[in-house]
């Protein structure tokens, strides 16, 4: 979907059923006649169309629409089956947010945004993403996740040079293997981590859930284009009834410089309503200040590159990559803490230690096989009791 598409939609009428949820405000619903306009499609269009065309977009737009449409009661055997055991999956990703709490998780976008969702309208969700404030959380949080529900996989990203900032995503078969997404939780560091230049990483999330929220979906704008599900996401964020701090967003997303992108989200939002009743009061003025905070970041994004712009470009930069040496098994492990991993350089490559796994660290999705075989000689000599992957 392209804001050109956005912006066509919004010269058609909108409408939107409306519910009145636990709050007792009333709060906007889409419905299979708004994803059609969305989509840019006939009016007339089926289902069946509408679906596909936002299967063309993504799996967790495809989903919601099928939601949608299961709400009107246009469902069939095999959609019914397969909303099914998304919401397993939904709930599988809410019994571990519940266990990793009291670790220090917090979750990044997903069941908190869910939240804002009617009963009847679940958020479609891929994945669980946490966020920790340090690498000891993050080590507590994966030994607890490996121990209890034994991953098939984990994959490792390390964001900097020191490995202060990592990302560890464990994952599941999904439960049909030629239909489902694999199932998979993230445990991060970092929660935003920007565009790997002119945006920083910014390690927390604001406290107030708003900002949180809408900040964690505009910052999905650095790896890919915003969709109907984001624009689903504001609609339900900003819901006549809620109780929202608009001016402190605005602040929030000057200082964590994302003014730019929240803009973007929020005018195709905008761009899909003619009702200006779904519109929260302060919404005009939101609007305007993100503009001129959109400006400041916009220029010192320009003077951050001109001042980086004779920096070696084969150079990889910091980000990182673990290639998975040993098994994923549950700690402890002779001579290793629960809470930490370490770094061991050797000859032409590091290794990560981590409580549960090894890990080559490589720069691309290639890796020599000269490399691999040195870094398998080198893992005896620091992790004597690591068995062969």
Not at 310 to 315: L, M, Q, R, V
Request: proline share 9%.
């Amino acid at each position: 979907m392209t804001a050109r598409n956005l912006h066509h939609e919004s010269r058609h009428e909108s409408r939107h059923e409306s519910r009145r949820d636990h709050r007792g405000g009333p709060r906007p619903v889409p419905d299979l006649a708004f994803f059609r306009r969305l989509l840019d499609l006939h009016e007339e269009a089926t289902p069946y169309e509408t679906v596909t065309a936002a299967g063309r977009v993504s799996q967790a737009f495809r989903a919601l629409v099928m939601t949608a449409a299961a709400r009107e009661g246009v469902i069939g055997t095999g959609s019914a089956d397969e909303l099914r055991r998304r919401a397993e999956r939904t709930a599988f990703y809410a019994r571990v947010q519940r266990s990793c709490e009291p670790l220090g998780a917090r979750p990044l976008k997903g069941l908190s945004l869910a939240a804002w969702y009617p009963d009847d309208l679940p958020r479609p969700m891929n994945d669980l993403d946490l966020v920790v404030p340090d690498t000891a959380a993050l080590w507590r949080v994966v030994g607890a996740l490996v121990a209890e529900y034994g991953p098939r996989e984990m994959d490792l990203t390390v964001l900097d040079g020191e490995a202060r900032h990592l990302v560890v995503a464990l994952s599941w078969p999904g439960a049909d293997p030629l239909l489902d997404y694999e199932t998979r939780v993230e445990i991060l560091t970092c929660a935003l981590t920007g565009d790997q230049g002119a945006v920083p990483l910014r390690p927390g999330l604001p406290q107030d859930p708003l900002a949180a929220g809408l900040l964690a979906v505009a910052e999905e704008r650095f790896q890919r284009p915003f969709n109907g599900k984001d624009v689903v996401d504001v609609m339900m964020a900003l819901a006549p009834g809620r109780t929202l701090d608009l001016p402190l967003l605005a602040r929030t997303a000057d200082e964590f410089s994302l003014a730019p992108e929240l803009g973007e989200l929020l005018e195709l939002f905008a761009g899909t309503e003619q009702d200006t009743a779904h519109l929260p009061s302060g919404f005009g003025t939101l609007v305007t200040a993100l503009a001129e905070a959109s400006s400041r970041e916009l220029r010192r994004r320009e003077n951050w590159r001109q001042r980086h712009s004779a920096a070696d470009p084969a150079d990889p930069g910091p980000l990182r990559h673990g290639m998975r040496l040993t098994p994923v098994e549950p700690g402890p492990r002779p001579h290793r803490a629960t809470d930490a991993a370490t770094l061991h350089p050797f000859d032409g490559g590091t290794l990560l230690l981590t409580p549960v796994a090894d890990f080559l660290l490589v720069t691309g999705a290639l890796v020599d096989p000269a490399l691999y075989d040195a870094a398998t000689r080198a893992l005896p000599a620091v992790s004597p009791a690591a068995p062969a992957c």
